[in-house]
């Protein structure tokens, strides 16, 4: 499976940013997708993750301002980040693995896309 993302790009505090992921996985439906990021310095963390059923989990210094979701006709992950914060800058990384119940962790992550960086200025 291969994870294209985009949207990335610099933006001020309080702005918002939308970021995609498309996926090459012939059934998309059965992968739960996610997303983590590593700002400069930290290490890698997860953000958010949406399952193959829908469930959705979020990092909680981003809950209520990122929302997930999945369109699964066209095999794509959004991620819509709003009132962002200086402290969101980092790459952000687009995942994917074969529908789990488990909690989504970069150990158990079994497809990674190309980082995309989001820059927030204060």
């Given at each position: 499976?291969?994870?294209?993302a985009?949207?990335?790009?610099?933006?001020?505090?309080?702005?918002?940013?939308?970021?995609?992921?498309?996926?090459?996985?012939?059934?998309?439906?059965?992968?739960?997708?996610?997303?983590?990021?590593?700002?400069?310095?930290?290490?890698?963390?997860?953000?958010?993750?949406?399952?193959s059923?829908?469930?959705?989990?979020?990092?909680?210094?981003?809950?209520?301002?990122?929302?997930?979701?999945?369109?699964?006709?066209?095999?794509?992950?959004?991620?819509?980040?709003?009132?962002?914060?200086?402290?969101?800058?980092?790459?952000?990384?687009?995942?994917?693995?074969?529908?789990?119940?488990?909690?989504?962790?970069?150990?158990?992550?079994?497809?990674?896309?190309?980082g995309?960086?989001?820059?927030?200025?204060?």
């Open positions: 499976v291969q994870l294209q985009s949207g990335g790009g610099l933006v001020q505090a309080g702005g918002s940013l939308r970021l995609s992921c498309e996926a090459s996985a012939r059934t998309f439906s059965n992968y739960d997708m996610g997303w983590f990021r590593q700002a400069p310095g930290k290490e890698r963390e997860f953000v958010v993750g949406i399952w059923d829908g469930r959705r989990e979020y990092l909680d210094s981003v809950k209520g301002r990122f929302t997930i979701f999945r369109d699964n006709t066209k095999k794509t992950v959004y991620l819509q980040m709003d009132t962002l914060k200086p402290e969101d800058t980092a790459i952000y990384y687009c995942a994917a693995r074969w529908r789990t119940y488990e909690a989504m962790k970069g150990d158990n992550v079994e497809y990674w896309g190309k995309t960086l989001v820059t927030v200025s204060s």
